[in-house]
């Protein structure tokens, strides 16, 4: 499967922005998905995570009720909503896609996923 990254930009804080990543090459419905992000001289991390069913997702604490993961498999697309953004979340963002394990699990690590966008930008100003 292959993925595409979009929806990053410019922000000042408090605003808001809606990533998405595009899955070509095969279904979507097939993978458990990702959103990791990489600020300069830093390690990347774990922000948001979605069963291959959609049915139970999970975030890094930072997150916790401003971001929201979604997983649309009819348009084989990943969205990840931001709301309420702070200079800190300024990072490039990766969406991951891997197959499942079963039903219920979120993965946490991206070693765990095998396929991986491009990255977008995401600057939030102060």
């Known amino acids: 499967v292959q993925l595409q990254a979009s929806g990053g930009g410019l922000v000042q804080a408090g605003g808001s922005l809606r990533l998405s990543c595009v899955a070509s090459?095969?279904?979507?419905?097939?993978?458990?998905m990702g959103w990791f992000r990489q600020a300069p001289g830093r390690t990347r991390e774990f922000v948001a995570g979605i069963t291959w069913g959609g049915g139970r997702t999970d975030y890094t604490d930072s997150v916790k009720g401003r971001f929201a993961i979604s997983k649309d498999n009819n348009k084989n697309t990943v969205y990840l909503q931001m709301n309420s953004l702070k200079p800190e979340d300024t990072a490039t963002y990766y969406c991951a896609a891997r197959t499942p394990t079963d039903i219920r699990t979120v993965h946490y690590r991206d070693t765990e996923y095998a396929y991986w966008g491009q990255g977008t930008q995401v600057t939030v100003s102060s």
């Open positions: 090459g095969r279904p979507l419905i097939n993978y458990a």
